[in-house]
């Protein structure tokens, strides 16, 4: 099983990609972490967002695959608990499919990804930046991993 964590957005600044790196690379290779970057769309003043967002939409159901597990991260989806994500991560390595963790930009998802989409997860009811997002579920699937196989990080 891959993990894709899918993003609009690039060029972060050098924390984000240290603090995703550092988790990311402690993930073993049957449960690794992979980060795909996606351009996001040009805003100006006078921008159609429907219609950038249903292209990002698009590109990143594109970087995905047909037969990946689709997983939104929303405001709208369902809050877990750590044990209830460590339970997702077992029932996703059950599975055997690729997973594809769906982060929106600054205007959110596509529809089209919603729709796509097998669960919905909601890191919280704040706002969190989206390059702290990178980071938060890195750590939090590396937190589940180790709960999942008895290792000490979790205490």
Known sequence: MQLNLVCV??????????????????????????????????????????RIV????????????GNAHIVTLDAAGKSWSTRELADALARWQRDGRDIALLVGGPDGLSEVCRQRA?????????????PLVRV???????RAWTLLNHHPYHR
């Open 118 to 130: 097998a669960e919905s997860w909601s890191l919280s009811r704040m706002t969190f930046p989206h």
């Open 136 to 142: 938060i579920v890195a750590e939090q699937l590396y």
């Open 54 to 65: 249903a292209d990002e939409g698009q590109r990143m159901l594109a970087a995905v695959g």
């Open 9 to 50: 957005g690039e060029r972060m600044p050098s924390w984000v990609t240290a603090g995703y790196d550092e988790y990311a690379r402690r993930l073993p290779r049957e449960c690794a972490l992979a980060l795909r970057e996606i351009a996001p769309g040009k805003r100006t003043r006078h921008c159609d967002i429907q």
